[in-house]
């Protein structure tokens, strides 16, 4: 059996609903957590839309229906699991368990990889930034190798946002579906890197677009 890995402040709160999460202190928001700890409809064996990313495919600040992962599962009809970390400072190499998890499972799953920001190094417990962008752009090309070797039998999208310009090969970014655009508003008013009702829908739609047109040729 699969062991799944979410963050400890998520696993803590497993099977329960909080109306406060994270920096979202507002009171408004129901996060609802599986029996996994993820902000998620429990894992199954159908086939599945996986989304892996951080607190921006969390949906912090939304409802989860405002989402833009239930939006596009909701429109093309399909289960999904979120195994996004929200409000949890991490790299992206965290990620790895999950998606080897994905991997090994024989349904005919769909993943979305929403690439968290590149200035992290982990070190045991500790998460630094401040990192060389020689450093951050080797350690994202590394996760992006293993994550296309892992999920090479799958369908995969990647996407990615970050408030730094990295000089990365345009052979990698080419395969980055939506790449720094469509942060059209914000969910939390004190937090302007958090994504809003609009930003999620525009992320929907052009994930259903691309999503369905594969869908159609298989």
Same mark, same amino acid.
């Given at each position: 059996? *699969?062991?799944?890995?979410?963050?400890?402040?998520?696993?803590?709160?497993? %099977?329960?609903v909080? @109306?406060?999460?994270?920096?979202?202190?507002?009171g408004?928001?129901?996060?609802?957590?599986?029996?996994?700890g993820?902000?998620s409809?429990e894992?199954?064996?159908?086939?599945?839309?996986?989304?892996?990313?951080?607190?921006?495919?969390? %949906?912090?600040? =939304?409802d *989860?229906?405002?989402?833009? &992962?239930?939006?596009?599962?909701?429109?093309?009809?399909?289960?999904?699991?979120?195994?996004?970390? %929200?409000?949890?400072?991490? *790299?992206?190499?965290?990620?790895?368990?999950?998606? @080897?998890?994905?991997?090994?499972?024989?349904?005919?799953?769909?993943?979305?990889v929403?690439?968290?920001?590149?200035?992290?190094?982990?070190?045991?417990?500790?998460?630094?930034?401040g990192?060389?962008? *020689?450093?951050?752009? !080797?350690?994202? =090309?590394?996760?992006?190798? @293993? &994550?296309?070797s892992l999920l090479?039998?799958?369908?995969?999208?990647?996407?990615?946002?970050? !408030?730094?310009?990295?000089?990365?090969?345009?052979?990698?970014?080419?395969?980055?579906?939506?790449?720094?655009?469509?942060?059209?508003?914000?969910s939390?008013? !004190?937090?302007?890197?958090?994504?809003?009702?609009?930003?999620?829908?525009?992320?929907?739609?052009?994930?259903?677009?691309?999503?369905?047109?594969?869908?159609?040729?298989?």
């Amino acid at each position: 059996m *699969e062991k799944w890995k979410s963050p400890p402040h998520q696993l803590q709160l497993k %099977g329960c609903v909080t @109306k406060k999460f994270g920096y979202d202190t507002r009171g408004i928001v129901d996060y609802q957590f599986n029996s996994q700890g993820f902000r998620s409809p429990e894992i199954t064996n159908q086939p599945t839309i996986f989304f892996v990313g951080n607190s921006i495919s969390f %949906g912090i600040g =939304l409802d *989860e229906s405002h989402t833009f &992962v239930a939006l596009t599962a909701n429109t093309l009809n399909f289960p999904y699991v979120n195994l996004s970390y %929200g409000c949890y400072k991490h *790299e992206n190499h965290d990620h790895l368990d999950n998606v @080897k998890n994905i991997s090994l499972r024989n349904q005919d799953d769909i993943i979305v990889v929403q690439i968290n920001n590149l200035d992290r190094r982990r070190r045991g417990d500790l998460v630094l930034d401040g990192n060389h962008p *020689e450093f951050c752009k !080797n350690k994202f =090309l590394d996760y992006f190798e @293993k &994550v296309n070797s892992l999920l090479k039998n799958k369908t995969k999208i990647f996407l990615y946002w970050d !408030n730094v310009v990295y000089d990365l090969p345009k052979s990698v970014t080419d395969q980055i579906f939506v790449y720094n655009r469509g942060h059209l508003d914000q969910s939390l008013s !004190n937090y302007p890197d958090t994504f809003g009702i609009k930003t999620h829908n525009f992320i929907s739609k052009v994930l259903c677009q691309h999503l369905q047109n594969q869908l159609d040729q298989k």
